[in-house]
């Protein structure tokens, strides 16, 4: 896999392009232009964009580390994907303990849940995260998934280990638990962190965004090694 790290133009230039287009289309004598209220309008789109990038899917699903640190990093990834499990298993432990438990890297994670097929595993098994986010297990049962990985479309997510997987992190009111799975209470949270990595172009998972104070945002697609994530981190601190 190439180590390649790319900015994030879709953000801002999706929303220039879409102003552009607009223009082209509506029969005028005057060339197109993009106008100030335009430019608001895409200022505040961005910002829009950023602001969900930055906040928690839930109060219960709370962001790793300092809200002080200049770098975060946010995860776009699918309970079954291969190489978000590997990564999980490989990386992630080690970030979290060298820069998100010193204060340097606050982290997220954003469900991107691309292999469902009919049947939802994907969005289903991140549906129940929430809900054990209810009863303040949310990062323990992020982690329980991942280690409990078996493939993709394989069978493993199903209502019965995922009522597992929540005993297994001692999920304690497992009526609740079971009764807000369900109710499909968190179905739109799901669908809206999915639809927010393809409003900005993201079609991959695991997709890391890393959000830097004062300078662009930058995108690292795929499974890369720690010392990837070190390269980055240390620049932005250097700087």
Known sequence: MVSKIVIIASIVVGVAVASITAALMMPSQEA???????????????????TQLL?????????LGSDNAKVTIVEFGDY???????????TKDTLVADYVNTGKVRFLFKDFPINDLSDRAS???????YCAADQG?????????YSSWQGENTGWVTRTSLEQFAKDVDV???PAFSGCLDSGKYTGVVRDNYDLARSIGLDATPSFIFLIQGETPQLLRGAHPYSTFEKVINGAYAS
Not at 32 to 50: D, F, G
Not at 123 to 129: F, G, M, R
Request: charged share 20%; glycine share 4%.
């Open 32 to 50: 197109p232009a993009t106008t100030t209220n335009e430019k608001s309008k895409a200022t505040q789109s961005v910002e829009q964009i950023t």
């Open 172 to 174: 304690r009111d497992m």
């Open 137 to 145: 297990k949310y990062w323990e049962y992020h982690d329980k998934v």
């Open 80 to 90: 079954q994907c291969t190489w978000c499990h590997r990564w999980h298993e490989g």
């Open 55 to 63: 906040s928690p899917s839930i109060a219960g699903a709370p962001a």
């Open 123 to 129: 969005s289903l098994a991140a549906e129940a995260s």
